[in-house]
T-cell receptor, first 114, second 112 residues
Framework: DAGITQSPRHKVTETGTPVTLRCHQT?????MYWYRQDPGHGLRLIHY???????DKGEVSDGYSVSRSKTEDFLLTLESATSSQTSVYFC?????????????FGEGSRLTVL | GENVEQHPSTLSVQEGDSAVIKCTYS??????FPWYKQELGKGPQLIID?????GEKKDQRIAVTLNKTAKHFSLHITETQPEDSAVYFC???????????FGRGTSLIVHP
């Protein structure tokens, strides 16, 4: 299994509070991603990173920010959590190239915003 | 951007039957099509992929077919087993160097 660790794995918080999810990898892969998974919507890309301090928005980035100060860590922050951000969040890593496009996913972080 | 439609959303079969999941994509330039399997409580995992220069690819009981003209591709699972029960996602991208766009997923249930 790819060395990806997400923390926390479960979190319950209240509307309006800040939340940070952490993704840590030991594979030295260049690309890191944050997805959210909701029933009926599949996997939707929130933000991704293609290197240290290099990040870009995905299709559902509103309300989220990210940071990558080290190759191995990618943080997802909800500055002021809302109930619509209740979801399961997955981190993924890859070395996108012409020869391989495989994404390796973490185990997920379940966030509940009350 | 790319749009991937996946059907059905739920598929229920008896053990030993075949299962087929179909996806369509919108960007004719897409040329890399992976399939991921997600077991309960886990992250998705790549099970097979196909590139546009290949019409079909097989790996034991699973196979993927691609019709570039019609812009659709399918996952075929033969001799299904209860451990095949999972959510399956198709995806499409502009080659392996690009971030894939995922379909909404198919929940496959295999009844013993």
């Amino acid at each position: 299994d790819a060395g990806i660790t997400q923390s926390p794995r479960h979190k319950v918080t209240e509307t309006g509070t800040p939340v940070t999810l952490r993704c840590h990898q030991t594979e030295n892969h260049r690309y890191m991603y944050w997805y959210r998974q909701d029933p009926g919507h599949g996997l939707r890309l929130i933000h991704y990173s293609y290197g240290v301090k290099d990040t870009d928005k995905g299709e559902v980035s509103d309300g989220y920010s990210v940071s990558r100060s080290k190759t191995e860590d990618f943080l997802l922050t909800l500055e002021s959590a809302t109930s619509s951000q209740t979801s399961v969040y997955f981190c993924a890593i890859s070395e996108l190239s012409a020869n391989t496009g495989e994404l390796f996913f973490g185990e997920g972080s379940r966030l509940t915003v009350l | 951007g790319e749009n991937v439609e996946q059907h059905p959303s739920t598929l229920s079969v008896q053990e030993g039957d075949s299962a087929v999941i179909k996806c369509t994509y919108s960007d004719s330039a897409s040329n890399y099509f992976p399939w991921y399997k997600q077991e309960l409580g886990k992250g998705p995992q790549l099970i097979i992929d196909i590139r546009s220069n290949v019409g079909e690819k097989k790996d034991q009981r699973i196979a993927v077919t691609l019709n570039k003209t019609a812009k659709h591709f399918s996952l075929h699972i033969t001799e299904t087993q209860p451990e095949d029960s999972a959510v399956y996602f198709c995806a499409a991208s502009l080659g392996g160097s690009y971030i894939p766009t995922f379909g909404r997923g198919t929940s496959l249930i295999v009844h013993p």
